[in-house]
């Protein structure tokens, strides 16, 4: 028998290997009976982490129980209570090492709880193992321990095919699951996905590779663990330090104690302190061990200041040209922890790096189906539900983006009365003035926040972006209003953007014909469009049939609520076919077109318009009136100053 | 300075120097260290009036040292809090009184022996009665008369599958229980003390380390170790498959017989229930060795946690750790 650990330096003082490993903190996660305990318990075992008598224990229960031999997933089993029901409830932490490295595992359990559980791993994890059974595929929980662990941005993502021994070594088996889950991880934000087969209960590929596999030929689970790169995802650029404490051994000391979250600081470097906005220089970066020359993130130190600042926990000392955002609101994903559903009423503590605020949730833009992945709409958050949300605090936090930074960009709400965590935050930015234009149903879940946010565009133009979507029948007098519009908006100021339906057809929508399909994938494609130039800050002047009202309420749902104004251009069939300026209404009623509305297709006008022209009754003149005059009143244009 | 680092002279650390800028990345015995500093920093500015348990083993050895560095070059804000159930060894005593000079640590002293006294527990029957459980009872007297809301121990979560969903920061309700189904999920860094009132926290800040990163650092810091982890000559008997130090609250029984040997401690506590093993390990060097080589845990000495499987789970559950 091998060590268990590597030898220690002799006392001549050569390098110790000890000290020269690195860490790396993983999750697992699998549905119950795939295998995960069977697996860890087969990593302590194959790395000789299992001490005698432990191993004895699980010998005497295997042999109590009547297996046949000797159940390593005994080795890593919890509490008493768990023992009987045969389940594990909660997070355990499991360690081993390797002359390599020193592994932590957050062994998180699959079924009840499983979000909760989940999500409480993979906050410190910087690879996630999701076990899947071979013989059973890509399970729905396959995918969502891989949704979770992308969501929690753990870098990189192991799926370990288990139980290979069941399905005679398959390659076939194997490339299956490949091939589905590697079309499910992209609509994830993976940066690394790595498979694996395996056998826990044999332990091919595990430990040692297995020879009864010849077709793989990839690392064995272990020397992956062993070789990812570790701290990558660590933020070296934006230098926080988020006060823990002070320390004042005496009148001419004063230090500012924490643990570096991100970034690298060096004596004389220029900072400020927030929220204050003091500015200073570093004079001493202090430890125990001596002044440091300089401190990165995770290090945790003892700052002091040329100057005599007055700091206090929950501040955050920051380079002068690199801060965070300051502010009181933000746009936030939300995993919800407690049987206690999400009180919009209620103010929870928020607790975030060293600071303690009061926090509302205003607004719960939607919920996540950890499942399917589709967004729905949601009243309220319940136990292991996940959404998004957008939070209000008594006082502003100092934070980053979650994707950039996740000691500044995490947090979590602590309920008022029981002081119980009940939920884990990660930021996703400032919240928007006007909740930011959405995808409703797209899987693809993680979305770039815009580069220059919409608000400030709108700012600097002096007005607010909307889209005037026009419907109607050909001939209504949609364009024609439109344009003139158009013009009277440009003369006041405004950025502009007309989308024509014959236009489009030329080019964007060039492939596509006049079937209902069709016409839907026509009228999505101009919303999208739409959606695009209005997130630029423009007003969006759309003019299409767009003769269903399931498309049109589509293209509503993209942006914010009150900034989609539906006109319904109206003039009787009658009319329009008298008017006929391009001839097509005498085409289709002679059937030269197909699915023409008003002839051969229906139009569903709308039930509630925004504001409905009648041109057989209104001029073009007076129809734009009206239209400025609502954009007035919903405060897109201002209306003008000497009026 | 103010305080005092002790290194395994008693004299002032010298500290691992300037660190130059060239590389960020950690080992992982800095980056255990690094979050033990950081736990006990959370700990000392979240609660109002903790204390350290000092049982004068070494994990909570080494967690003075982690208090010394996490409040440098002030002193740690928070006293040492030990229950002596009388049934130490002498060299712990000793240690302890050397260890609460030399740091200029305030150190608070409650014995098993009062709460028998005062009829609180009574002692159990028999030759050399252990006084393992009597402590739980003296702790949380303790800690209630103190008004203590947050006490560090040593505990890590690789010692015992019971300890393996441990937090870093433990909930404990207002009779000092522990509710394994009532424990507050933690995420990130960000660790949740607040409570109601008579609650308190157990703080561990050595959860993440394992025993052998604890020998490691102790190599590394050259942190002074009580006597007893040294290999010795010693008398003992061999009781219930387990060798224990005869001493004066643990005599020779009818039947067995006293002999000396060479042995040393992997583990230190009551002097009736802590295994000794043989051993020739005389330096920190070779006491790695030996732990890298090993082939039981530590606790397998223990004769307390081999009464039942879950002996630890029910002990934590009443409050002792
Ligand atoms: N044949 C085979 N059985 C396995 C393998 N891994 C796990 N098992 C068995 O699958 C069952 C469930 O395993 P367990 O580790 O308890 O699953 P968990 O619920 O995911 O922790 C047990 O009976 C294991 O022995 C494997 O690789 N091959």
Sequence with gaps: ?643 | MSTQLLNDRGELAQGRASVPAASYRKSHLAQLESEAIFVMREAAAQFERPVLLFSGGKDSIVMVRLAQKAFWPGKFPFPLLHIDTGHNFPETIEYRDWLAEVTGAELIVRTVQSSIDAGRVQEEPGPNPSRNSLQTVTLLDALKELKVDAAFGGGRRDEEKARAKERFFSHRDAFGQWDPKNQRPELWNLFNGRKGLGEHFRVFPLSNWTEMDVWQYIAEERIHLPSLYFAHEREVVERDGVLLAVGENNRVLPGETAESRRIRCRTIGDITCTGVWESEADTLEAIIQEVAAARVTERGGRSDDKRSEAAMEDRKKQGYF
């Design chain 1, 1 to 643: 028998m091998t060590t268990l650990l590597p030898h220690p330096a002799p006392a001549d003082g050569s390098e110790n290997p000890y000290l020269e490993m690195d860490l790396l903190r993983f999750s697992t996660a699998g549905s119950v009976d795939d295998g995960k305990s069977t697996l860890i318990g087969r990593l302590l075992y194959d790395t000789k982490s299992i001490f005698a008598d432990q191993m004895e224990a699980v010998e005497r229960t295997s042999r109590q129980r009547g297996e046949g031999y000797v159940n390593l997933a005994l080795l890593t089993d919890g509490l008493r209570a768990e023992r009987e029901q045969n389940i594990t409830i909660d997070v355990a932490y499991r360690y081993f090492a390797t002359p390599k490295r020193k592994f932590i595992i957050a062994d998180t359990p699959g079924h009840l709880q499983y979000t909760r559980n989940m999500v409480t791993g993979a906050s410190t994890a910087e690879l996630a193992i999701v076990l899947v059974d071979a013989r059973k595929g890509v399970l729905t929980q396959s995918k969502r321990h891989g949704f979770i662990a992308s969501l929690l941005r753990i870098p990189h993502i192991v799926v370990a095919v288990n139980k290979m021994d069941l399905v005679d070594y398959d390659e076939a088996v194997y490339e299956e699951i490949v091939e589905e889950y590697t079309r499910f991880a992209e609509k994830l934000d993976v940066q690394d996905l790595t498979f694996i087969p395996i056998s826990a209960l044999v332990g091919d590929n595990v430990v040692e590779k297995s020879e009864r596999m010849p077709w793989y030929d990839g690392s064995t689970l272990l020397h992956h663990l062993e070789t990812v790169n570790v701290g990558a995802n660590r933020n070296l650029v934006d230098f926080r330090l988020p006060v823990q404490y002070v320390v004042r051994p005496h009148q001419d000391y004063r230090g500012f104690a924490g643990r570096i979250a991100s970034g690298t600081i060096q004596p004389g470097e220029e900072v400020v302190v927030l929220p204050s906005g003091h500015g200073s220089r570093v004079r001493s970066i202090d430890t125990a061990d001596g002044s440091l020359a300089e401190a990165a993130a995770g290090d945790a130190v003892v700052l002091t200041l040329e100057d005599e600042i007055d700091v206090s926990r929950g501040e955050m000392i920051v380079r002068k040209r690199n801060l965070p955002t300051v502010g009181n609101r933000f746009d936030a994903i939300l995993c919800w922890m407690n049987e206690k559903p999400l009180d919009p009423s209620v103010p929870y503590v928020l607790m975030h790096t060293s600071r303690q605020v009061q926090a509302f949730v205003t607004e719960i833009v939607y919920r996540i189906d950890v499942d399917t992945l589709h967004r729905e709409e949601a009243g309220a958050l319940g136990l292991n539900d996940i959404g998004r949300v957008q939070i209000l605090t008594s006082q502003p936090l100092f934070f980053d983006a979650y994707a950039q930074n996740h000691t500044t960009g995490s947090f979590i709400l602590v309920d008022p009365h029981t002081h119980v965590t009940v939920a884990a935050g990660m930021i996703r930015g400032e919240a928007k003035e006007a909740a930011p234009a959405e995808r409703s149903v797209s899987p693809d879940v993680v979305w770039e926040s815009w580069n220059i946010p919409r608000e400030e565009r709108e700012a600097r133009n002096g007005h607010k972006a909307a889209v005037l979507w026009f419907t109607g029948l050909s001939g209504a007098g949609k364009s024609t209003i439109a344009r003139e519009l158009e013009k009277e908006l440009f003369g006041l100021g405004c950025q502009t953007m007309l989308l024509d339906g014959d236009q489009v057809r030329h080019g964007l929508c060039g492939d596509l014909g006049f079937g209902a399909d069709d016409r839907r994938e026509n009228i999505r494609r101009v919303g999208e469009v739409a959606r695009l130039f209005f997130e630029a800050g423009n007003i969006v002047l759309c003019t299409f049939v767009s003769p269903f009202r399931a498309d049109r309420a589509r293209a509503r749902a993209l942006l914010p609520e009150g900034r989609f104004v539906e006109v319904h251009v109206h003039a009787d069939l009658q009319t329009v076919k008298a008017r006929d300026p391009k001839g097509l209404y005498e085409k289709a009623e002679r059937g030269e077109i197909l699915h023409f509305t008003g002839i051969s297709s229906p139009y569903e006008a709308p039930e509630a318009a925004d504001l409905t022209l009648d041109t057989t009754a209104q001029s073009v003149e007076e129809s734009v009136r009206a239209i400025v005059e609502r954009l007035r009143a919903a405060g897109v244009v201002s209306r003008p100053r000497n009026s």
